[in-house]
């Protein structure tokens, strides 16, 4: 067990609807990290935030959007959603903004958009 | 457009073998190079990372070796298991962007064979 904690672990639903995946960092942990897992992509960085604050942003959408809350927890917003949006969406936290050594990753929330 | 690339796509080794995963890159201001092990329905973890100021790096049946010339990093595991059966993913970033925003390498699904 990483210690981080995703919720929900699964979810169906319809094209064009939002939804919001929640995540818990480590106890401690100030950076949060999301991650897309697909099986055309590969595991593709979307954005980090520490403290609150965003600190590194990647291929995120436009329709997708996230932040962090004073108490550590994250969501991802993903909105206007299309079947190619189905995928495994990682957390990851870490103690430090830049990531520091050690990474680590939820069991993931599975998304699937039809 | 990948960053990061790695072979083989799969593998397959007996028990006692040696497993070995080849990674290369282009982008030459990465200086931050792990290694994540994925199991099916689990988040990927750290298994061994590695700076570019060193050319090797050992933790157990787990090696990495590094070819900064090249621009080539590479996973040897010694006296494979069952137990090591998962896909093993390759990595790179740099502490300029934020070490946690990883470039991943389509992964390689290893299986070991009694």
């Known amino acids: 067990d990483s210690g981080v904690t995703q919720t929900p672990k699964h979810l169906i639903t319809a094209t064009g609807q939002r939804v919001t995946l929640r995540c818990s960092p480590r106890?401690?942990?100030?950076?949060v990290y999301w991650y897309q897992q697909s099986l055309d992509q590969g595991l593709q960085f979307l954005i980090q935030?520490?403290?609150?604050?965003?600190?590194a942003k990647g291929n995120i959408l436009e329709r997708f959007s996230a932040q962090q809350f004073p108490d550590l927890h994250s969501e991802l917003n993903l909105s206007s959603l299309e079947l190619g949006d189905s995928a495994l969406y990682f957390c990851?936290?870490?103690?430090?903004?830049?990531?520091?050594?050690?990474?680590?990753f939820g069991e993931g929330s599975w998304l699937t958009v039809v | 457009q990948q960053q990061v690339k790695q072979s083989p796509q799969s593998l397959i080794v007996q028990k006692g073998g040696i497993s070995i995963i080849n990674c290369a890159y282009e982008n030459t201001a990465f200086d931050y190079f792990p290694w994540y092990q994925q199991f099916p329905g689990k988040g990927p973890a750290l298994l061994i990372a590695i700076r570019p100021d060193v050319s090797e790096k050992k933790e157990g049946r787990f090696t990495i070796s590094f070819n900064k010339s090249a621009k080539q990093f590479s996973l040897h595991i010694m006296d494979s298991q069952p137990g090591d059966s998962a896909t093993y993913f390759c990595?790179?970033?740099?502490?300029?962007?934020?070490?946690?925003?990883?470039?991943f390498g389509a992964g390689t699904q290893v299986v070991v064979t009694p």
């Open positions: 990595a790179a970033s740099k502490a300029t962007d934020s070490w946690g925003k990883l470039q």
């Open positions: 935030y520490y403290n609150g604050e965003e600190r």
């Open positions: 106890s401690g942990d100030l950076s």
């Open positions: 990851a936290s870490s103690a430090h903004s830049n990531g520091g050594n050690t990474i680590y």
